[in-house]
């Protein structure tokens, strides 16, 4: 069956611009999580959501990120005002049970964000 | 709080040679601990989980761990590597979030080279 699919895999934005990076999860899946992967780092965790609730968002590194899944399937994530620093893969990951974060995730194939 | 080391950030075997990725965690409380893989452009994929069963965990591709509590370790072996096994491996550990979630703590990531 499909996996996780993300969308653009790979985004330029001007420093300054704002960008949406789009997850579309398992059918089915409750649990996803919004990570990021600067180069040459381990995925550092940014949200989690149980179906259209947002449950933890205490890695957002800022204010300008902001994330949502709004029917509880398909979730994206916004950057705004995008600085050099935030130039990383975000990846996104679903699982099937309500403790996700205690189980197998299913990884996409992530979003590489470059900022000029 | 939760974390992992990955004590290597490289390591080279030959073919057909043992593979061993070292782990060491930190944890507050008796944690779920997973290895995955990832290949170049590739999503992250599980090779095995630890939740509190059998200390010895057998994965995907030959890949086994030992939970070794007194030492903090969860160290990824495999009897003979191939070709096919060089990519980057991430020791994860579990960790408990906000509103009774928990999320996956990443280590920085050991990259296996396997030379012919």
């Known amino acids: 069956g499909a996996g996780v699919s993300q969308s653009p895999r790979y985004k330029v934005a001007k420093r300054g611009q704002d960008v949406a990076l789009r997850c579309d999860p398992i059918s089915g899946h409750v649990s996803l999580f919004w990570y990021q992967q600067a180069l040459g780092q381990g995925p550092e965790f940014l949200t989690y959501f149980q179906n259209e609730a947002q449950l933890d968002k205490s890695g957002l590194p800022s204010d300008r990120f902001f994330a949502e899944r709004p029917e509880g399937s398909v979730s994206t994530l916004k950057i705004q005002r995008t600085q050099q620093e935030d130039s990383a893969v975000y990846l996104c990951?679903?699982?099937?049970?309500?403790?996700?974060?205690?189980?197998?995730?299913?990884f996409g194939p992530g979003t590489r964000l470059t900022v000029t | 709080a939760q974390s992992v080391t990955q004590l290597d950030s490289h390591v080279s075997v030959s073919e057909g040679t043992p593979v061993l990725l070292r782990c060491n965690y930190s944890s507050s409380y008796s944690p779920s601990l997973f290895w995955y893989v990832q290949h170049p452009n590739k999503g992250l994929q599980l090779l095995l989980k630890?939740?509190?069963?059998?200390?010895l965990v057998k994965g995907i591709n030959g890949f086994e761990a030992e939970f070794k509590k007194s030492e903090t370790s969860f160290h990824l072996t495999k009897p003979s590597a191939h070709m096919s096994d060089a990519a980057e491996y991430f020791c994860?550990?579990?960790?408990?979030?906000?509103?009774?979630?928990?999320?996956?703590?990443f280590g920085t990531g050991t990259r296996l080279k396997v030379l012919a």
């Open positions: 630890y939740t509190s069963a059998a200390t």
């Open positions: 990951a679903s699982s099937s049970r309500l403790a996700g974060g205690l189980d197998e995730q299913y």
């Open positions: 994860v550990v579990t960790s408990p979030g906000t509103s009774g979630t928990y999320k996956y703590i």
